[in-house]
């Protein structure tokens, strides 16, 4: 994992096209903004796995109906 300090306003670059921001920082919480073109998809962590394990679950189903 690569571990950067950011001010807010600042911010880093993945790749090409994808640019993350540091909008504010408050106590415990750190919001962030994500510029990306829109073919990208950015979720949330736990969103993410939600998605994945719905694909699975209904990829399973699939596979089971006759």
Same mark, same amino acid.
Not at 12 to 40: K, L, N
């Given at each position: 994992?690569?571990?950067?300090?950011?001010?807010?306003?600042?911010?880093?670059?993945? /790749?090409?096209?994808?640019?993350?921001?540091?909008?504010?920082?408050?106590?415990?919480?750190?919001?962030?903004?994500?510029?990306?073109? #829109?073919?990208?998809?950015?979720?949330?962590?736990?969103?993410?796995?939600?998605?994945? /394990? /719905?694909?699975?679950?209904?990829? #399973?189903?699939?596979?089971?109906?006759?």
């Amino acid at each position: 994992m690569l571990v950067l300090t950011r001010k807010p306003n600042q911010a880093i670059v993945i /790749g090409d096209d994808v640019r993350v921001v540091v909008v504010s920082v408050d106590r415990d919480q750190v919001r962030i903004g994500i510029e990306a073109p #829109r073919d990208v998809s950015v979720h949330r962590a736990e969103i993410y796995e939600e998605i994945r /394990g /719905g694909a699975a679950t209904a990829a #399973r189903s699939e596979k089971a109906a006759p």
